[in-house]
């Protein structure tokens, strides 16, 4: 990626997102079954919902989504849970409600940590005295679609 922008990182951290939803469920070592796989006829398939198939994501994926999982770790606690909510699809109601803010306020954090890390990945250093704003702004000037 030559240049990240904070429309970049949103779409990357909810393919992580979709991602870590379609790894299958981590397995207790060393309980399995000695019985065999029972093997059904036609008429006992008659009348059952077919079974939803899984697909597992690629290698690529997951490796997209573990580099992914460390870009939140400088950010302020709300900023990364709001950042990880939207990428899941959570509404802002959900997510107003599990950070205890308001929507505009929430959503200033939301575009503020994604501007955070937009500015981090392209190794750019920041003035730690920058408000919020001042910090959205300079990202705005890279992507007009913020």
Request: proline content about 7%; aromatic content about 8%; hydrophobic content about 40%.
């Amino acid at each position: 990626m030559d240049r990240w922008t904070p429309s970049l990182v949103e779409a990357r951290l909810s393919e992580a997102a979709f991602v870590l939803k379609r790894l299958p469920e981590p397995r207790l070592r060393g309980y399995f079954s000695t019985w065999p796989e029972i093997i059904h006829s036609f008429a006992d398939k008659v009348g059952q919902e077919p079974k939803r198939m899984r697909v597992l994501p690629s290698p690529q994926a997951i490796s997209r989504m573990e580099e992914t999982l460390s870009w939140t770790v400088g950010l302020d606690p709300v900023d990364g849970k709001i950042v990880w909510l939207r990428a899941y699809g959570y509404r802002w109601r959900e997510v107003c409600r599990a950070v205890g803010l308001q929507r505009a306020s929430a959503h200033q954090h939301w575009v503020y940590a994604l501007c955070l890390i937009a500015h981090r990945l392209n190794n750019r250093r920041l003035n730690p005295r920058l408000s919020m704003q001042q910090v959205i702004d300079l990202a705005r000037a890279d992507d007009p679609a913020l």
